[in-house]
Nanobody
């Protein structure tokens, strides 16, 4: 089992920045890729970014060049640095970690970008 605790959401003006964190505990030795997703009311959860155990990163086109995903394996923590935020980035952001057998989700953290 892996437990995830997210932090760092909040209210920010357009053009501003936020950094989300997601700390894992439990069976952390089994974690492979770590992801961020986001969801707005009435819409499906949307993939944002992924970082592999080896540090390879991929991003959704909507955030490429503005968001940066990183991880600290020693702290079992994944981060999402969000710059140049836009009102359309407003959502609940979720981290997800993958093990060989399961996927685990964080509780979500609200990010609101005002225009």
């Amino acid at each position: 089992q892996v437990q995830l605790v997210e932090s760092g959401g909040g209210l920010v003006q357009a053009g501003g920045s936020l950094r989300l964190s997601c700390a894992a505990s439990g069976s952390i030795f089994s974690i492979n890729a770590m992801d961020w997703y986001r969801q707005t009311p009435g819409k499906q959860r949307e993939w944002v970014a992924t970082i592999t155990r080896g540090g390879i990163t991929t991003y959704a086109d909507s955030v490429k060049g503005r968001f940066t995903i990183s991880r600290d394996n020693a702290k079992s923590t994944v981060y999402l640095q969000m710059n140049s935020l836009k009102p359309e980035d407003t959502a609940v952001y979720y981290c997800r970690v993958l093990t060989p057998r399961n996927a685990y989700w964080g509780q979500g953290t609200q990010v609101t970008v005002s225009s």
